[in-house]
């Protein structure tokens, strides 16, 4: 093999060492993709991305490395976590108070109506006979 006069290395032109593998941006990137679907499918996608986004934090970190896909993942999923928890409790508290309005009214009739089984009750505006509330016909 000849050298050339110009380059005396013939493994100069190889470019070097290859750049560093992060061994957690895959895992950074799917976690961050969970955490914003976990605003859309309740908990499972929070929690999933969560710990996906840790867990290609703890990778890049093992590698000295830097991952803020990882980061953007956690606190996303962390937010989507938070807002989904404060979601079901409204949707319980709205629920909630749905039966007790109602269901609390239809006790409270039936309550009337076995006490006087002859009487008449309102029911949002409409007069209903206890003999039918007590049958079960309307």
């Known amino acids: 093999m000849t050298n050339d006069v110009n380059n005396p290395n013939p493994y100069s032109n190889q470019g070097g060492a290859p750049a560093a593998v992060n061994p957690g941006t895959t895992?950074?990137?799917?976690?961050?993709?969970?955490?914003?679907?976990?605003?859309?499918?309740?908990?499972?996608?929070?929690?999933?991305?969560?710990?996906?986004?840790?867990?290609?934090?703890?990778?890049?970190?093992?590698?000295?490395?830097?991952?803020?896909?990882?980061?953007?993942?956690?606190?996303?999923?962390?937010?989507?976590?938070?807002?989904?928890?404060?979601?079901?409790?409204?949707?319980?508290?709205?629920?909630?108070?749905?039966?007790?309005?109602?269901?609390?009214?239809a006790i409270e009739l039936l309550e009337q109506c076995e006490a006087d089984p002859t009487s008449t009750v309102e029911f949002q505006g409409q007069q209903i006979s206890c003999e039918d509330l007590l049958s079960g016909s309307n």
Do not use: E, M, Y
Not at 33 to 47: A, E, K, Q
Not at 73 to 100: D, E, K, L, W
């Open 27 to 105: 895992l950074g990137i799917i976690g961050l993709i969970l955490g914003v679907v976990g605003f859309f499918v309740v908990f499972l996608g929070p929690v999933a991305g969560l710990i996906v986004s840790i867990i290609g934090l703890s990778k890049s970190k093992k590698a000295g490395q830097k991952n803020g896909l990882a980061l953007a993942g956690i606190i996303v999923s962390s937010v989507a976590f938070i807002a989904n928890i404060i979601t079901a409790i409204v949707v319980v508290s709205i629920i909630s108070a749905t039966v007790a309005t109602f269901g609390g009214t």
